[in-house]
Protein backbone atom coordinates (compact mmCIF):
# COMPACT_ATOMS: atom_id res chain seq x y z
CA UNK A 1 0.00 0.00 0.00
CA UNK A 2 1.42 3.33 -0.65
CA UNK A 3 1.15 6.13 1.27
CA UNK A 4 1.75 9.86 0.52
CA UNK A 5 2.78 12.06 3.47
CA UNK A 6 4.56 15.43 3.24
CA UNK A 7 7.67 16.40 5.61
CA UNK A 8 7.77 19.22 7.28
CA UNK A 9 11.39 20.79 8.28
CA UNK A 10 13.11 24.21 8.48
CA UNK A 11 14.96 25.72 5.82
CA UNK A 12 16.75 29.01 5.73
CA UNK A 13 14.75 30.39 9.02
CA UNK A 14 11.37 29.38 7.58
CA UNK A 15 9.36 26.50 6.95
CA UNK A 16 9.61 24.07 4.76
CA UNK A 17 7.37 21.49 3.08
CA UNK A 18 8.73 18.18 0.75
CA UNK A 19 6.23 16.88 -2.16
CA UNK A 20 5.57 13.30 -0.79
CA UNK A 21 6.27 11.85 -4.38
CA UNK A 22 8.53 13.68 -5.46
CA UNK A 23 11.58 14.37 -2.72
CA UNK A 24 13.73 16.77 -5.04
CA UNK A 25 11.12 19.10 -4.95
CA UNK A 26 10.30 21.60 -1.73
CA UNK A 27 8.29 24.28 -0.94
CA UNK A 28 9.48 26.84 1.63
CA UNK A 29 8.52 29.91 3.80
CA UNK A 30 11.30 32.33 2.81
CA UNK A 31 10.72 36.39 4.39
CA UNK A 32 8.93 37.30 1.35
CA UNK A 33 6.58 34.22 1.18
CA UNK A 34 6.35 30.97 -0.16
CA UNK A 35 8.66 29.43 -2.71
CA UNK A 36 9.57 26.68 -4.79
CA UNK A 37 12.80 24.83 -6.12
CA UNK A 38 13.95 21.96 -6.02
CA UNK A 39 17.02 20.39 -4.12
CA UNK A 40 20.14 21.66 -5.89
CA UNK A 41 18.99 24.71 -7.45
CA UNK A 42 19.69 28.38 -6.50
CA UNK A 43 17.85 30.97 -5.55
CA UNK A 44 17.17 32.52 -9.12
CA UNK A 45 15.82 29.50 -10.26
CA UNK A 46 13.32 29.01 -7.89
CA UNK A 47 9.94 30.10 -8.58
CA UNK A 48 7.90 31.85 -6.06
CA UNK A 49 4.27 30.88 -5.19
CA UNK A 50 1.80 33.58 -4.91
CA UNK A 51 -0.41 33.66 -2.32
CA UNK A 52 -4.41 33.35 -2.90
CA UNK A 53 -6.18 34.83 0.27
CA UNK A 54 -9.56 34.28 -1.16
CA UNK A 55 -8.45 30.45 -1.84
CA UNK A 56 -8.53 29.34 2.12
CA UNK A 57 -11.25 32.45 3.25
CA UNK A 58 -14.66 30.82 3.59
CA UNK A 59 -17.37 32.50 2.23
CA UNK A 60 -20.12 33.70 4.84
CA UNK A 61 -23.24 34.18 4.27
CA UNK A 62 -26.31 35.76 6.58
CA UNK A 63 -28.93 33.58 7.46
CA UNK A 64 -31.34 31.60 5.33
CA UNK A 65 -33.76 34.20 3.27
CA UNK A 66 -36.61 33.59 0.83
CA UNK A 67 -36.35 35.57 -1.44
CA UNK A 68 -37.73 35.66 -5.19
CA UNK A 69 -35.67 38.60 -6.44
CA UNK A 70 -32.42 37.31 -7.04
CA UNK A 71 -31.30 40.34 -9.26
CA UNK A 72 -31.39 42.31 -5.90
CA UNK A 73 -34.37 44.42 -7.73
CA UNK A 74 -37.67 44.54 -5.49
CA UNK A 75 -40.83 42.95 -7.82
CA UNK A 76 -43.69 43.41 -5.63
CA UNK A 77 -46.04 42.76 -8.34
CA UNK A 78 -44.30 39.41 -10.34
CA UNK A 79 -43.78 38.26 -6.14
CA UNK A 80 -47.06 38.66 -5.41
CA UNK A 81 -48.44 37.01 -8.36
CA UNK A 82 -45.92 33.95 -8.31
CA UNK A 83 -47.14 33.39 -4.86
CA UNK A 84 -50.94 33.92 -5.62
CA UNK A 85 -50.28 31.29 -8.20
CA UNK A 86 -48.74 28.56 -6.31
CA UNK A 87 -51.47 29.24 -3.69
CA UNK A 88 -54.21 28.75 -6.21
CA UNK A 89 -52.50 25.51 -7.89
CA UNK A 90 -51.98 23.78 -3.99
CA UNK A 91 -55.61 25.11 -2.90
CA UNK A 92 -57.25 23.59 -6.81
CA UNK A 93 -54.69 20.48 -6.64
CA UNK A 94 -56.01 19.57 -2.86
CA UNK A 95 -59.59 20.24 -3.19
CA UNK A 96 -59.36 18.71 -6.58
CA UNK A 97 -59.64 15.12 -4.71
CA UNK A 98 -62.46 15.74 -2.85
CA UNK A 99 -65.52 15.17 -4.94
CA UNK A 100 -67.71 17.79 -2.62
CA UNK A 101 -65.14 20.54 -3.12
CA UNK A 102 -65.48 20.44 -6.97
CA UNK A 103 -66.88 24.20 -7.05
CA UNK A 104 -63.66 25.52 -4.89
CA UNK A 105 -61.27 23.36 -7.23
CA UNK A 106 -62.88 24.26 -10.58
CA UNK A 107 -62.83 28.48 -9.74
CA UNK A 108 -59.34 28.31 -7.53
CA UNK A 109 -58.04 25.96 -10.48
CA UNK A 110 -59.14 28.35 -13.44
CA UNK A 111 -58.12 31.72 -11.77
CA UNK A 112 -54.71 29.99 -11.20
CA UNK A 113 -54.34 28.63 -14.57
CA UNK A 114 -55.28 31.92 -15.83
CA UNK A 115 -53.23 34.27 -13.29
CA UNK A 116 -50.16 32.22 -13.75
CA UNK A 117 -50.23 32.39 -17.52
CA UNK A 118 -50.09 36.27 -17.31
CA UNK A 119 -47.40 35.93 -13.94
CA UNK A 120 -45.19 33.79 -16.19
CA UNK A 121 -45.41 36.67 -19.19
CA UNK A 122 -44.59 39.35 -16.45
CA UNK A 123 -41.88 37.12 -14.49
CA UNK A 124 -38.77 38.97 -13.95
CA UNK A 125 -36.95 36.24 -12.18
CA UNK A 126 -36.35 32.23 -12.78
CA UNK A 127 -37.17 31.65 -9.18
CA UNK A 128 -40.50 33.81 -10.01
CA UNK A 129 -40.83 31.45 -13.36
CA UNK A 130 -39.98 28.31 -10.98
CA UNK A 131 -43.09 28.86 -8.69
CA UNK A 132 -45.35 29.79 -11.59
CA UNK A 133 -44.74 26.50 -13.33
CA UNK A 134 -45.72 24.51 -10.41
CA UNK A 135 -48.58 26.78 -9.68
CA UNK A 136 -49.57 26.57 -13.03
CA UNK A 137 -49.73 22.34 -13.37
CA UNK A 138 -51.15 22.56 -10.09
CA UNK A 139 -54.18 24.55 -11.54
CA UNK A 140 -54.48 22.60 -14.26
CA UNK A 141 -54.83 19.12 -12.53
CA UNK A 142 -57.20 20.84 -9.40
CA UNK A 143 -59.01 22.03 -12.39
CA UNK A 144 -59.53 18.79 -14.14
CA UNK A 145 -60.16 17.06 -11.22
CA UNK A 146 -62.88 19.87 -10.47
CA UNK A 147 -64.25 19.52 -13.80
CA UNK A 148 -64.56 15.51 -14.18
CA UNK A 149 -66.07 15.68 -10.37
CA UNK A 150 -69.07 18.21 -11.12
CA UNK A 151 -67.49 21.63 -12.32
CA UNK A 152 -68.19 25.28 -11.66
CA UNK A 153 -71.45 25.42 -10.40
CA UNK A 154 -72.90 23.75 -7.02
Known amino acids: MCTANAYFG?????????????AALTAY???????????????????EVVDMPDASRSTRRGPFRFALNSDGRPHLIEDVLSV?????GLV????????????????AGA???????Y???VSATT???????????????????????????P
Open 10 to 22: IRGGGWAITHPFN
Open 29 to 47: QSGKGWRVGSAGTSPREEK
Open 84 to 88: GTLIC
Open 92 to 107: AFATGFMPGMHVLASW
Open 111 to 117: VGFVGGL
Open 119 to 121: SQY
Open 127 to 153: RERALNIVGIVASFVGVAFGIHHGGFL
